[in-house]
């Protein structure tokens, strides 16, 4: 029997993305319970969530992509061995990417209640968006320095500490929203308010242990360039590596832009549309994590294979990756295949919610297979140094399931069924042209 692990790359991406994986679903754990704690309470608590998040992660992941550049650029000057140009680019990416989410702070705290407004949230709900959103925007003044040292962790094949951080953000978050939800040893009783809060002070208690790791475990993160060489870090390398960035960044903005059209289209069935609509989906990000961190890995080491111009290298790094995808993809289809009301009813104890979601929940998973081609391909083809493509497919895919979102709700009157067949038909057909330009890549 041939072993698991039989080649070096394999070791390596296992390397990376476990730890990002352990660390992202310790995350999602948290949010489900978060979830729970609100759906139980008020099926309308989930409409208001359903409406934050996609605004806000639009913004949040537009700033997060930004340093895909960096990542890119960091580990093709690994494959190169050229650690001092890597550690150029991670102290100017440092230095420079705090700029943009201070004034996405000042956005959501001030400016959310138009946004709201645009996605034609009703007045009911339009409260538990508008405070939900001024207790949690003080995040973002910490995503900067997140998305930077992400980077750091990531290129430098040492995300260990991610499982550890995970552990902490989630465990105080968990204990948080119950005390401030609740009300709970003699807190007020701050119902979607503290579920925000909640997870704004966890989020900065685990910022600063990863901040205590950098300087601690310092002689771990061979990319990281130290103190002073941030200080005097040049503007250049980070405008180049925003270049390389954007397409990326951009990719993100139109598919979350789409999202949020797909939430205006649900608003217009009914109050409880955008609530089922996220309750379904954040089964699904269970699942998504695990995919996204085997992308995260094989980003970062087809980028080191272009760097060493390793063409065989690169593609049996996205095969594995693309094989292990798959695997998680079987799982959560069987699974939720044959427990879909038992995963629907940790969120909401409405039967008629339930057995309505059924079909969605199942359509979600199979859904799963055409994402993860996306995600995979996707990062082989950053990783190659190729982000204008991602942006282009990108841009066909939103306009394409909105439209036939719109078509399949407006004119076939499907309903919220017609939502969930307009977002699989569109991740199937950007996972087969995606898979078509990864074949093409040649160095």
Known sequence: MKPLFKTEYKNKLVKIFVPIMLSNIIAQVQMFIDRI???????????????????????????????IGASILISQSVGEKDLEKAKDYAASLIKFSNVLPVLLFFFWMFFSPLVFRLMG?????????????RCYSPVFLIVGLYASYGV??????YTKPLVTYGIIRSVLNIFLDYV??????????????????????????????LLYITIAKRKDFFTSPGFKRILKAKFTPFITSVKLGIPTACEDLLWNAGNLCIIRILNTINEMAAGIYSMVFTV????????????????????????????????????????????????????????????????????????MS??????????LFGKSGN?????GI????DTKWMLFTQGLGTVGVVGIAALFVFVFKLGMLGVFLAVLCDEAARAIINFVRFLRIKF
């Not at 995600?375 to 990062?379: D, H, L, T």
């Open 284 to 355: 699904e990000l269970l699942f998504v994590v695990v995919i996204g961190a085997i992308g995260s890995g094989t980003l970062t080491l087809t980028g080191e294979a272009t760097g060493a111009k390793d063409h065989k290298l690169y593609r049996d790094i996205v095969k594995t990756s693309i094989k292990w995808a798959f695997m998680v993809c079987a799982a959560a289809l069987i699974f939720v295949s044959i427990f879909p009301r038992l995963t629907l009813s940790l969120f909401t104890t409405d039967k008629e919610v339930i057995e």
């Open 152 to 157: 750091v962790f990531q290129t430098s094949n």
């Open 375 to 379: 995600m995979i391909f996707g990062s």
């Open 121 to 133: 949230v009703s007045p009911t709900v339009m409260d538990f968006c508008v405070k939900y959103t």
């Open 358 to 367: 059924v079909v969605f929940v199942i359509l979600v998973a199979a859904n």
């Open 37 to 67: 704690f609100l759906g139980r309470m008020n099926i309308l608590y989930m409409s208001a969530v359903g409406n934050v998040t996609a605004p806000i992660w639009t913004t949040m992941s537009f700033v997060m992509s930004l340093a």
């Open 180 to 209: 401030l939800i609740f009300g709970k040893f003699g807190f007020p009783r701050l119902e979607v308010a503290g579920a925000a809060l909640g997870t704004t002070i966890a989020e900065y208690l685990g910022a600063l242990y």
């Open 382 to 385: 950053r990783g190659y140094g």
